[in-house]
């Protein structure tokens, strides 16, 4: 027994040491505040079922640059755009490099441009492409009369729902018509349908489950040693998940090889080639290089396309459903801008987005209450650096909560408030620039998929707000919208948001 009580007694002593002896470290590292981690799980437990929310809550006792101890990883939190500006633009060179979570690992190692080091060949090869080949704005341009087709087959399908007094999911036929301008874009086929019996649900759900398991707390993230086992599960979860998209995505390119292989032109016709199409005539030219495009590199390229594209696109045009219709000022304000500039009846067209300037500030509205991404994708710092008077160590985990930066007092007037005139007259800008509104990052890590994610936004909720007047179900107006939120990657509706249509 004697044995026992000494054995223990040394063990106590001996974590108490460590532990105090981690505290002195931190103080004399000077790293940004934070709150005082327990022994072992650090600040876990301080994260919550929201951790942007809680990180927020955090940064107002501690600071818009803090410190906190995840396990065993050291992680860094910004919260005010101008420490932002330090981390993504002053010095984005040292914190370029993804923090990459075990889950995705196996994925992202392989062609994930999202996780690729920024320094690597590769990841350099496959940024140009997307830069010149797939999203600049000569293509995107060519492929207008595509993405024209799915938001009519839009208005049609919610004017069909309207005639019948039924109810529209607006996330889904959101996410349908998301997946679809993406699909008509990349393959010039659907990969959904429209149709309440069509495959979109379980596509959506797929995607969402991604989504959400990449994103969830993992014992593997935090205590790297435990991380061989993957004992939640996830790693493998995810890696299914992948493959059933990959089964699908296999199969376009093989029924284009095939066509291609039959025609011999290995051209569309008339020249309109889609993004399959680009990137198959690029494989061509380069053969089997190490930076070629090989079958695992499209995989993994249209796996980050769709995955991030079709749900963040569809959450963002939900979540401001829900605030316009919160918001009935707001909404009559969007019809009657849209009422003026386009003609009734016809679809809003993508050249007409810059003539709407109140849809726009909508959409910023959005983006600044809702990010998509609410802690941006994570970040390395590659060297100890300091930043605001701190030291930010070698191998820290860098988070960049934008949004808590959505609500930052000392930046918006009213930040609760759903008010999107604040950004009429106002030059704030989302394409990584302006600190304040950065949904898509900044920096050289910016979403290369910027540019058609801002079309098909616009198009889906102009279309929706153009052609249609929307009402809550009365049992919907008489209990309340319920404004949860589900964490993962991406800030979803907890649950999902219903409203009645009347044509216009």
Known sequence: MSWFLLCLSWFVVSLVSVYLLDLLAHARRRLPPGPLPLPLIGSLHLLGSQPHRSLALLAKTHGPLMSLRLGAVTTVVVSSPAVAREIL???DSVFATRSVNDAVRGHAARNSVPFLPHASPRWRALRKIMATELFAPHRLDALQGLRSDKVSELAAHVGLLARQGAAVDVGRVAFATSLNLLSRTIFSVDLTSLDDHGGSKGFQVLVAEIMETAGSPNVSDFLPALAGVDLQGLRRRLERMFARLHLVFDAQVDERLRARDGDGTGKKKD????????????AAREGDGKDGLDRDTLRSLFTDLFSAGSDTSSSTVEWAMVELLRSPSSMAKAHNELARVIASGTNISESDIERLPYLQAVVKETFRLHPPVPLLLPRQAQATVSVAGYTVPRGAQVLVNVWAMG????????PERFAPERFLGRAVDYRGGDFELIPFGAGRRICPGLPLAIRMVHLI?????????WRLPVDVETSGIDMGEKFGVTLTKAVPISAMATPI
């Open 271 to 282: 020249g309109d080639d889609d993004f399959l199409d680009v990137l198959l005539d690029i």
């Open 407 to 414: 609500r930052d007092e000392a930046v918006w007037h009213e």
């Open 461 to 469: 909720l102009g279309t929706l707000l153009h052609r249609f007047r």
């Open 89 to 91: 633009q002053k010095q």
